[in-house]
């Protein structure tokens, strides 16, 4: 079991220092300073009406550093699911 712990904390390491990672973070970090695009996506957030929510998501999108990002982030998403299978398939254990 330690073996699988170590090899997980390695999986991280390898993870956090990755090209995806750098990709993810630039482009946070470009949204963030956008004064623009973070009170859109605060609008975003805080609308209940489903039509306004898409106007404003049209436009959020509409930003590249957000296309970029949520891209690279389902990058991610994606392989973090590859990865929990994994661990669920060789391990037996739910919940991974």
């Known amino acids: 079991m330690d073996n699988v712990i170590e090899k997980t904390k390695n999986l991280i390491t390898v993870i956090d220092e990755s090209d995806l990672m750098r ?3 630039h482009y946070q970090k470009r949204i ?3 004064k623009e695009l973070t009170s859109l996506i605060r609008k975003y ?3 209940m009406d489903d ?3 898409r106007k404003i ?3 959020i999108y509409g930003f590249q550093d957000y296309t970029l990002y949520m891209k ?3 990058e ?3 392989k973090i699911l590859k990865i929990n299978y994994g661990f669920k398939k060789y391990t037996g254990l739910k919940g991974c």
Do not use: Q, T
């Open 72 to 74: 690279y982030y389902n």
């Open 45 to 47: 957030n805080s609308l």
């Open 51 to 53: 039509y306004e929510k």
């Open 32 to 34: 963030l300073g956008s």
């Open 23 to 25: 990709k993810i973070e």
């Open 57 to 59: 998501k049209e436009e």
């Open 76 to 78: 991610l998403f994606y």
